[in-house]
């Protein structure tokens, strides 16, 4: 069956050598004594002993990774079992006239699927047969070739063209994706070819790579313009780099800081408790902003892979310390073979001001009670992103004033009306939304002792001409467990602009003073304004709980502080009663 494009080169492909490389994935850091690495071999020798019920989401990866670390020839029977029939499902989709699994929601699972494809094609070749490495070789190029020529993609001679989405950015999660499966093929593979007679590991270093490497150059400071939700997802891209500098001695994480800034990024970005982070963007996963394996896992290879030893020390601490002490699941039981290092400190500073995502954090000290601060002004480019320009964030011990989407079924209500922001509204009542491809600027003013801040955001892009809001500039001042924030905007043809605040339990209301849980808000501009709560749960089907105080009458103007009691332990250590 030929399913090769160009298919010139079914033959070479098939008698193809490895000359370059080998899937090098440098295993010399594992504690074969520790009790990560016996939860590990527990999980692959379970599937071991059955093979046609595995463990969930056990990858064939899984049992190739501990065939490394032991020699055991019936690891490799395990990841050759798993690879063989997940080419012989494609073959099947592909002969009944469709496309395989590989191709589902715009190939997003390639980079997994021919990861463990090619690792096992590698380091498991004593145990493959020659049938099996041309099926595999064939179906594995088939797919590399129709990711990065989506027009003229095709399986089994039939057209399957696709949109291509995202092979050209490199700030988007699917992009890392169809990375792995090149990555993994080329090393594996070295006669693959991506693009017209360019090899794969031509087109790496002649595109891909430099395009990634360009991308993040650009991205100051650390973490995703796709939000916290889908940033995660540089677990992949971090492990990437691992594997790469490990099988060809290129360390792209070298060509930029980002990874090492990511390490200060997703410190910054956990709330005081250590056990949720700043909710920016989807959050398709998880609506409530949990740590969880993924954190772990990113922070993990960004230790590993990191050259700056205060960074590493920060991330250590992170590690220590955060709610997630080990992988939860036990598909994810592989990453915590990495050490996560001893002792640490956390960063030095209080306050982080991330310039490539736009994301400004503050805090009153690294201890648990300490209050907390995330503020949006940057670029809104990506799908997954939030129309949060200008949204703060609180919290205290819990979420003081978070936006609605964490309380959201669906996780991706992307709209202002669940930011805290100045909700602009035409004559009509419709919402003046905010604009993607667009960047909102944020300068620090001033900074000062317990993580005090100041700064002002022009959101003024984020709606531009037209949009009936001319301008709106938002300044904030946090310090001592209280923020306060004073807008100026302007508007035109009968469109009005609302001061809001959504808050997790319901408010209460006494003249210009606002109390939602442990938080209280002064109203201070305007003198005499209009207070409405909104309850999310009756409005709209997709949230089980939340509240908006909904703040108008402002004439181009408002000025609210928002404050929280410092706890008992502080005013005692304080002298006060």
Known sequence: MKYLAPFAFVAMLAGASNAFAEVTIDLSYVDTNSSEYSRFKNFV??????????????????????????????????????????VTTAEQAISGGGAPPVAGDSYLQSGPMISDLAITYDWCAAQTTSSQRTRWSAYAQQTVWNIWNY??????????????????????????????????????????????????????????????????????????????????????????????????????????SHLTDSILYWTHATVPTLDQFAPFGDQSRSSQPILYDYHRHLMLEAHRMTDDPSAASVATWWLDHISVPQMTSSFNYRYDLLPAGAAGAPPADLYYHALGTGHLFARTGWDTG????????????????????????????????????????????????????????????????????????????????GGAVEATADLTPAYGSGSNVSSWTRDINFANRSLTVHDHYSVSNGAT????????????VSGNTITAGGMTVQVLTPSNPTITLVNWSQANSDYNSGWRIDIGGGAGEYLVQLSAAAPPEEVFANGFD
């Open 45 to 86: 020798d379970y599937a071991v002993l059955h093979p046609d019920n595995p463990g969930y989401l056990f990858a064939a990866a899984d049992a190739a990774y501990m065939f490394k670390l032991t020699n055991q020839a019936q690891y490799c029977s395990l990841a050759v079992q798993l690879v063989d029939a997940q």
């Open 497 to 508: 602009g609302t001061f809001q605040i959504n808050v997790p339990t319901q408010p209460t």
């Open 151 to 256: 027009q003229s993609a095709t399986w089994g001679g039939r057209p399957y063209p696709w949109t291509g989405w995202s092979t050209d950015n490199p700030g988007d999660n699917y992009y890392y994706s169809f990375l792995a499966a090149t990555m993994y093929w080329a090393l594996a593979d070295d006669a693959s070819i991506c693009s017209g007679n360019t090899t794969c590991r031509d087109f790496l270093a002649a595109q891909s790579i430099p395009d990634l490497e360009t991308y993040f150059s650009n991205l100051p400071d650390g973490g995703s313009r796709e939000g916290t939700g889908y940033g995660v997802s540089h677990k992949n891209l971090f492990l990437l780099y691992r594997m790469w500098r490990d099988s060809t001695q290129q360390n792209i994480a070298d060509e930029n």
């Open 370 to 449: 300490a209050m907390w601060l995330a503020f949006a002004a940057g670029p809104y480019v990506e799908s997954h992103a939030h129309q949060d320009q200008g949204s703060f964030t609180l919290y205290q011990n819990t979420w003081l004033a978070v936006t609605e989407n964490i309380w959201s079924h669906s996780g991706i209500q992307q709209g202002t009306d669940v930011a805290n922001v100045v909700r602009f509204n035409k004559a009509d009542g419709s919402i003046i939304p905010q604009r993607t491809n667009t960047t909102s600027t944020l300068a620090i003013t001033s900074t000062g002792s």
